[in-house]
């Protein structure tokens, strides 16, 4: 495979879509900590950590979306794709934008304590969007 063949447009959506797989598989969504002084120089700490799979139904549509993103690169690099009903460029704009959507609800619905993992999501799937969109993922309409 000759590297210096593949587009710029394709380098993103792969970028992009590399930096939300692990935002939405590796890295916390969420975190919290707290401390109290107990007296006599005793604190008692807790703290706790979520991903995206344990956020709710949201969370876990954002994981699918993200393999969905990595099934639409993979598509990319293999010599002969299958054949698909819609261009591979648009289905990959879709499932980065319905990623991207499910990252920004979870945020609207619980914005405090967030962790780097919901803005790598965000992120991630943002920049793969555009590339896809870069691509020719555009949606037409007939002007008639």
């Excluded at 954002?62 to 460029?89: I, K, Q, T, Y």
């Amino acid at each position: 495979m000759d590297m210096s063949k593949i587009a710029r447009s394709t380098w993103i959506v792969t970028g992009g879509t590399i930096v939300t797989l692990i935002g939405t598989l590796l890295l916390d969504w969420y975190s919290f900590s707290a401390s109290v002084d107990v007296g006599l120089g005793r604190t008692f700490s807790v703290s706790a950590s979520v991903g995206a799979w344990d956020t709710g139904s949201i969370g876990k549509l954002a994981v699918l979306g993200s393999v969905v993103m990595l099934a639409g690169v993979v598509l990319l690099f293999v010599p002969n794709p299958p054949d698909l009903p819609f261009p591979l460029p648009m289905a990959i704009l879709v499932a980065c934008s319905f990623t991207a959507l499910m990252v920004a609800l979870k945020f609207l619905d619980h914005h405090s304590d967030t962790a780097i993992g919901i803005w790598a999501s965000l992120l991630g799937s943002l920049i793969a969007a555009y590339g896809a969109y870069e691509m020719g993922g555009r949606f037409s309409m007939s002007s008639s």
